[in-house]
């Protein structure tokens, strides 16, 4: 079943998306399954550059029963961007200390997860990501899928840590918003901007 909804680089959609992000000058990850050479997809994300290259990332620790319907990746990615090195991570990467430590000896300055976690999950799993801008001196993005509509509830409140562990940002449950941090003079400065739907 998830070959099915497993997406290739070549793809027009795909394509659609990094023309967009040529155009605009922007750098884009967007979360998908992901086609390969091998029996089983990757859970992971495009990285679309905006000099209108794709690269993939691919989960590296599947959670659950993942591993039934993925092919684990084997690689860190990387994007430089405005002076920063960001490292990629998808939801179990980052409970796996390894995952992050490794970006660290790399001399990544952020550190960016996307996640999916409900209430029961936000209480137990967030806790790590202010240890790990900590122990590591990085700047921690998590982005938690708000208003899902499947069996299981996500909460949002994404949020970013600065590099002491505090909060910087953070969005209120699955308010239509952006957390955004900035470094400045001083350090990183965050900010959560609210975001109108129209329909």
């Known amino acids: 079943m998830s070959e099915n909804c497993a997406f290739s680089p070549s793809d027009d959609s795909v394509a659609a ?3 967009l992000a040529k155009h605009h000058q922007m750098q884009i990850v967007v979360g998908s399954a992901i ?4 029996s089983k997809p990757y859970l992971g994300a495009f990285v679309f550059s905006d000099h209108g290259t794709v690269d993939i990332y691919a989960k590296m620790h599947l959670g659950g029963n993942e591993s039934d319907y993925f092919t684990a990746g084997t690689t860190h990615k990387y994007i430089e961007t ?3 090195t960001i ?3 998808i939801c179990a990467d980052s409970s796996k200390s390894s995952h992050p430590a490794a970006y660290a000896t790399a001399g990544v300055s952020v550190y960016a997860a996307s996640v999916f976690l409900n209430n029961e999950w936000y209480a137990t799993d967030t ?5 790990i801008a900590v122990e590591h001196g990085m700047l921690v993005v998590m982005a938690n899928q708000a208003a899902s ?3 299981l509830a996500s909460v949002g409140n994404s949020t970013i840590w600065g ?3 505090a909060v910087l940002a953070r969005v209120a449950g699955d308010e239509p918003a952006l957390v955004v941090a900035s470094r400045t003079t001083s350090g990183w400065r965050g900010l959560m901007v609210p975001i109108t739907i129209t329909k």
């Open 82 to 84: 405005h002076g920063e």
């Open 87 to 89: 490292g990629l991570s």
């Open 149 to 151: 509509r499947s069996t």
């Open 127 to 131: 806790p790590r990501f202010p240890r």
């Open 163 to 165: 590099p002491d562990g």
């Open 35 to 38: 086609q390969n050479q091998q």
């Open 17 to 19: 998306i990094s023309n």
